[in-house]
């Protein structure tokens, strides 16, 4: 199923949309619960009300998804020998993968914007429960019935497998956990996705690297620290080591715009502007309509102006301007802009937009440079595509 054909959940109070999911579990008996309902409507490809698993105390969710769980595995079970065991054991399978997958949807919709929700926690030990589960399932006997080859069969589920673990890799990566991202990554091996697996990997791990060198980084100048502190150094090699990730994520994607973007970004913090914008220029066009492209617009204008660019700093502001999720940061840009020029009436100017403009409590989204400053990443269907289409059919 293409996202075009997809179908839309709406998580209540996210304003954050997520894609359909594979069609392939055929309908069984009436479900006993809400979460249930809503796991085999999810798994179906039918649209369903993500808000009556918002709607549940995380007491009677995780209760809910445990029986839930345990009363698909006993089902394929019990038709072990009969002519209905591989049907019942492919529904199980599906079943267990959507009720893995679901709760990682929202997961991912609710840290796009929150560092902590209250149902973060019930979600992701859902998530995890049900992921666990899987294997139960595929080792159940698959029956004469069953129409996939044991191969192809494997091949599926290992894709699933990696892709599943890569979207929680985000979400650990956007709440800022770290250290357990980090363990993670050393349990995934990319290479078996292919070139696409391979870029979505190392663009994460360069968000996590960028994220706690440009933190730390802060606190640094903040404190007025001498440059030659050894922690500093250690926080430039984070950076360096975010640059080389992103370096291999277009190794392997040459197109993938996020790892340009940041690989851009990076080497501006490392005070390399003319790598910078030669990297940031396939990203814009004249007419900038996506935040990428603003956000690459943004980086030039001040690559330019560390090169002491005066001019093209401002063309670029002002394409980075016409993107609404980035317009609050291009104006401040602009108005800094004037300033170093010491020509303080355009930014007194500049500055009645904030008001006759998109003031940001009208913004559909967040800023785009907020978000990319709070190492959370946006583009959450990068990973929950994938993860998608590796579903059992």
């Not at 990682?104 to 019930?122: K, N, P, W, Y």
């Not at 502007?273 to 004249?286: I, S, Y």
Request: glycine residues 8%; charged residues 20%; hydrophobic residues 45%.
């Amino acid at each position: 199923m293409t996202r075009r054909h997809g179908r839309r959940l709406v998580v209540w109070g996210c304003l954050v949309a997520l894609t359909a999911a594979t069609p392939g579990v055929a309908a069984g008996q009436e479900p006993a619960s809400t979460f249930a309902r809503v796991v085999e409507a999810y798994a179906q490809g039918e649209t369903t009300d993500v808000d009556a698993l918002l709607q549940s105390t995380h007491d009677d969710l995780r209760t809910q998804a445990s029986a839930s769980m345990e009363a698909w595995l006993l089902r394929a079970r019990a038709a072990e020998g009969t002519p209905a065991a591989a049907g019942e054991r492919h529904a199980a399978i599906g079943r267990l993968q959507a009720a893995a997958l679901l709760p990682l949807e929202i997961l991912l919709s609710l840290s796009t914007r929150f560092a902590v929700h209250g149902h973060m926690e019930a979600f992701e030990q859902v998530a995890t429960q049900a992921f666990d589960r899987l294997v139960a399932a595929e080792r159940l006997p698959r029956g004469p019935g069953d129409r996939t080859s044991a191969r192809d069969e494997r091949t599926r589920l290992d894709r699933f497998r990696l892709w599943w673990r890569l979207a929680y890799m985000q979400y650990l990566a956007n709440g800022g956990r770290h250290r357990e991202f980090a363990r993670l990554a050393t349990q995934v091996r990319p290479g078996a996705g292919g070139a696409r697996a391979i870029a979505e990997y190392h663009v994460m791990r360069g968000m996590v690297d960028e994220h706690q060198a440009r933190m730390g980084l802060n606190v640094v100048v903040q404190a007025g620290r001498s440059a030659t502190t050894p922690g500093l150094q250690a926080l430039l090699m984070a950076m360096e080591s975010a640059s080389s990730s992103y370096r291999r994520a277009l190794d392997a994607m040459p197109d993938h715009p996020l790892a340009r973007l940041r690989l851009g970004r990076t080497l501006l913090d490392r005070k390399k502007p003319g790598e910078a914008l030669a990297t940031l220029a396939p990203l814009m066009g004249t007419a900038c309509r996506t935040s990428t492209c603003a956000l690459a617009a943004l980086f030039s204008g001040e690559a330019h102006m560390a090169r002491g660019a005066l001019d093209e700093a401002s063309r670029a502001f002002a394409l980075a301007s016409s993107v609404v999720t980035v317009r609050q940061s291009a104006l401040l840009a602009l108005v800094h802009l004037a300033t170093e020029r010491g020509d303080p009436a355009p930014g007194r100017a500049l500055i009645g937009h904030f008001a006759e403009g998109t003031p940001l409590g009208r913004l559909d989204q967040p800023d785009a440079w907020s978000i990319y400053m709070s190492g959370r990443r946006q583009d959450i269907e990068a990973v929950l595509t994938p993860a998608r289409e590796a579903r059992l059919p």
